[in-house]
DNA sequence: GTGATTGCAAATCTTTTGCACTAAA
DNA sequence: TTTAGTGCAAAAGATTTGCAATCAC
């Protein structure tokens, strides 16, 4: 594939994290991270993908999807028992999560502050703190 | 089963519920809520009545586990992607997770407060405030 | 060319389901 | 009895892995 020029700052964000700028990576990329902040499944990407007409087979998508996780480009978020939510926010920030349509939403971190959190175990320390505020159809 | 007269409070809790209590759901009920408070997996709890010559199959673990979380006798946590884990305090509370080691441990709700929330989206309610501290390691 | 990456299909792992059988009431 | 509950094995999802073919460098 020819690395098209209009997407310089992907191929540059690829390279800069160690992974090669393959045609599925950056297509993926592409999908991902220019339609701002997104929360996708890896069944959703494949479909958006196949949708695009890019051919990934779905091994790849989640290989694709954790490499960006690992490196940094995405977050994996926990909601749901049996499936995984990959964010393209990956400032510090929290979510709204409705469990009757399976929609996560941002909070963002800057607000946020949870205090009155005891210490952690000894010789462990923490990584982050994650708040999910789950939330459904207002009851009347 | 002969129902021993050393649970009765497990037998009226299954009752209050609506839940028959059977052989199988006693001897999990009693497992889970015999012993403080505890963080199990389906495959955790089926190997532990194994082991206390409980014949039960894990398809009914995983029934029974479901049945116990949605009359609340117990909360299902989801931390990993591919596994729920069940805890046996139903308090408002949150909880440490060590992704190293797998491992769950309570934060008392009490102490802890999350304060600078947005409004939850129109047309729906905050259900639960779910702090996850994630854990690892100390670095040095 | 050479080694990383991909596709595919099969394997794995967790969880759910269908149905004949068993047990609680 | 009567109906809810159970076991088993099979099915269903989500995710992973092995390996030959392919692609970026």
């Known amino acids: 594939m020819e690395l098209t020029p209009s997407c310089p700052d992907l191929l540059g964000r690829l390279r800069a994290v160690g992974l090669r700028p393959t045609r599925q990576r950056l297509a993926l990329a592409r999908l991902l991270f220019d339609a701002g902040d997104r929360h996708v499944t890896a069944e959703h990407l494949h479909g958006q993908a ?3 007409a890019i051919r990934v087979s779905l091994a790849t998508v989640y290989n ?9 480009l995405l977050r ?13 926010n990956i400032d510090d920030h929290h979510h709204f999560f409705c469990e009757s349509i399976g929609t996560l939403q941002d909070i963002p971190g800057q607000g946020v502050v949870v205090s009155g959190l005891p210490l952690p ?20």
């Open 121 to 140: 175990p000894p010789g462990t320390e923490i990584r982050r703190v994650e708040v999910i505020v789950r939330i459904g159809p207002e009851s009347r």
């Open 76 to 88: 994996e978020v926990v909601v749901e028992p049996g499936r995984s939510y990959f964010d393209t």
């Open 50 to 52: 196949l949708a695009s």
């Open 64 to 72: 694709t999807l954790h490499q960006f996780t690992a490196a940094g």
